[in-house]
């Protein structure tokens, strides 16, 4: 690795950085009791460095980085910086194949326009890779605010973060949320996925509109469903049953994103 800055080399899995470190990338606990996370690869690190400055921690590993990791390092010459051996910083990143760069991070939080006119409201949602992959869709889409309910996986676990790709820093998200008294309150449509509801081709989604997905394996709960305006329905091939999750919550929010372009 050649760079000029230096670091930190801890070799030891007792070291209480380390320890902290492996903390926060296991539990989604230790991460809201601490306001921070780990962010995995050069992609999401820019990202942060972009919006919100530097991190507090950057984690590198014994050998060669790649050079976009060696870049990024150079750039962050005035944050400190720890090295770990190959296999220590495998326990951290939540893929095979990392880049070769962590950093320690404040979550940030974006707060919600006053105004909402296009949300979208998960309930139970368990796979982190796959709830990263929904709120990155939701960003692509135009979503102004993010609802989780208690059941919902971390959406700043290090696997959610690397499949949204940094859409954590640019769309708000509520976690924790109560979707029952969100539904009553919203000053729209609330349009409740489910297998028996009306066509999504066939809704009228110009007016503040609120998309309710549910669990992987058990969809919506019925108390979330009765609260809704409207049961919503992808029309699909009669030999599937049903889309994934991540799928049918880019199908419907693309629908809403294709009829407000058509109308402007």
Known sequence: MSTDQSFKHIISRDNPIFKQLKKLADNARERRAQGKT??????????????????????????????????????????????????????????????????????????????????????????PGNLGSMLRTALGAGVQAIYLSKGCTDA???????????????????????????????????????????????????????????NEGAGLSDKIISAASQQVSIPMHENLESLNAGAATAVCLFERMRQMTVLN
């Open 156 to 214: 700043w676990s290090p696997k959610a973060l690397r499949g949204g790709q940094g859409a954590q820093f640019y769309v708000p998200i509520i976690e924790g949320a109560d979707l029952l008294a969100l539904i009553q309150n919203f000053a729209g449509n609330t349009y409740a996925t489910t297998m028996n509801g009306k066509s999504l081709y066939t809704l009228d989604l110009s007016k503040p509109t609120a998309f309710i997905i549910g």
């Open 38 to 127: 780990l962010l995995d690869g050069v992609h999401l690190i820019e990202d942060y460095c972009t919006t919100f400055g530097e991190p507090d921690l950057v984690i590198i590993p014994e050998g060669k980085s790649s050079l976009e990791a060696t870049n990024l390092m150079q750039n962050l010459a005035d944050v400190n910086t720890i090295m770990l051996p190959t296999l220590m910083f495998a326990e951290l990143t939540p893929v095979a194949s990392s880049t070769g760069i962590l950093a320690l991070v404040k979550t940030p939080g974006v707060q919600p326009p006053e105004k909402i006119e296009f949300a979208l409201m998960l309930e139970d949602i368990q796979d």
